[in-house]
């Protein structure tokens, strides 16, 4: 399995998650870790311009995902 199609899986298994959940991956529950561990990383792979191009659209919606299920203080 290439490197590309590796990326490529877990990409899909933290959508999967995020759409079947509605919420993100949970930093308290350590079968979701290592989803969190994986976004955390490429966002700041993005961040520092160390992405590659044709990863960097498709991270975007991912995060645009995990922005709609962010967490919302309940007391505001």
Known sequence: MTQEEK???RYDEVV???ETNHRNP???R???H???NWVKANRKRMNAGE???ERVEGFKALLA???RYR???QYE
């Open 7 to 9: 990326w490529q899986q």
């Open 51 to 53: 992405m590659k191009p």
């Open 30 to 32: 350590i079968e979701e």
């Open 71 to 73: 967490h919302k203080n």
């Open 26 to 28: 949970s930093k308290y």
């Open 34 to 36: 290592d989803m969190l």
């Open 16 to 18: 999967v998650f995020i």
């Open 65 to 67: 995902l995990c922005e």
